[in-house]
């Protein structure tokens, strides 16, 4: 599945969003330096740096229009970085300055899900505290309204993004907690809602580990029949498949021969468009 800072970035492109249509009061930089601000973010050549710009913005701006809106993509950054404390820091930063922010409560479910291991000695308490920021923004996912650097036409789109996230983060916890049938039905919701193959390759590991080895052929089999699958993702389908067949005692199939690797999705159409050239009034003396 792609990268969930790949897709939101394509879906809204960078922070300086092309907004004007879209609300009463569509947040606008205050200073050419604000809006330069925003720029070195944009321009930040690695997620190490755009964190560090986002943070040295935040403090330089802390009642700019697009604090909000930063905070929880430099949560999405830092959960998606897989770096537990730092993840743990932004994602609490912004629910700090919102509460009601489903992005930051997936983004702390998510990272503390992936990162507790087996022997941990608080492993129950990070499992509940990822378990209710997932199940947190789901609810305020049913009602929330559209943010305004979401486009009306993608916003449905970006949240099925959400909440198969959500549910694939229920799943992990649920693998962690070693109930594998609660694991693959979550895993099953997540790609329902947005059939992305990966979510089946975590049904299939989750009924293998389950012993349901039948469902886990089937999942993997539904893989297998995506129109231009990724060659990675089908390797894996094939590989895991072939597992499940061998725990059954039936003989795995031939490999197949090595896949010409795809060409990269192109970004969705009617994406918002960057406004890097837009002026700033100039700074007040």
Known sequence: MRNKTAILAALTGSVLLAIAAFGQNPPRP??????????????????DVKLQKTDDFLAAFPDSDY????????AEIAADKNDYPVAMAWGQ???????????AMLSLAKVTASTTKEFD??????????????????????S????????EDKWPQVKKYYESSGHQTLGLIAMDRKKYDVAAAEFQTAFDILPEPAYLI?????????????NAIAAYDKVLATPDLNPVVKQVAEREKNEALRH?????????APATPAASPAPPSGAAAPVTGTSAPADSK
Request: proline residues 8%; without cysteine.
């Open 248 to 256: 059954k005692g039936v003989p795995p199939a031939a490999p197949a």
């Open 121 to 142: 000695l608080d492993k129950e308490k990070k499992l509940a505290d990822a378990e209710k920021w997932a199940n947190g923004a789901l609810d305020l996912l049913k």
């Open 202 to 214: 975590h049904v299939g590991e989750a009924s293998i580990r389950g012993g349901k080895y039948d």
């Open 93 to 103: 930063r912004d629910l700090d300055g919102n509460p009601n922010s489903f992005v």
């Open 30 to 47: 205050k200073s050419q330096k604000e809006l330069d601000g925003l720029k070195a973010i944009d321009g930040a050549p690695s997620l």
């Open 67 to 74: 604090k909000q809106y930063l905070l929880d993509r430099a």
């Open 144 to 151: 929330v309204p559209r943010p305004t650097w979401f486009t």
